[in-house]
């Protein structure tokens, strides 16, 4: 897997609906063991990305790990009371998951690809 990159997020940036989900997190094989809160997180984390991200040199995609917008993109989408605690439980689900990489306080989402 790879990161998102800017090329990556400004291509997601126009997506029609009001966040962006990537149906191969929920609908393939590969993530089938990942908790759907868990999930969810990850979405709320790229949706965060989508709309504030940061770049290292080598044009990846980062946010930082309290990034206040995923709190409430994720409280939006799960209909639930959350707090940074919560945002960094899923973080480290994800991580063990390989579905992000931790560097300091940034977090690198992988993409999310359907593999046939």
Sequence with gaps: MTYYTKK???NLKGYDDEYYVPNALFDTKEYKMVRL???W???A???ALLQSPSY???GNGYIKDDN????????NLAHKAVDQAKINGYINELEEFEL???????????KIN???
């Design 37 to 39: 809160e868990v999930k």
């Design 56 to 58: 290292d040199k080598e």
């Design 100 to 110: 992000l990489d931790r560097v300091g306080r940034n977090i690198y989402l992988k």
């Design 114 to 116: 359907t593999i046939f």
């Design 8 to 10: 990556d997020i400004e």
């Design 45 to 47: 984390l790229l949706n």
């Design 41 to 43: 997180g990850f979405v």
């Design 68 to 75: 206040p917008s995923t709190i409430e993109i994720l409280k």
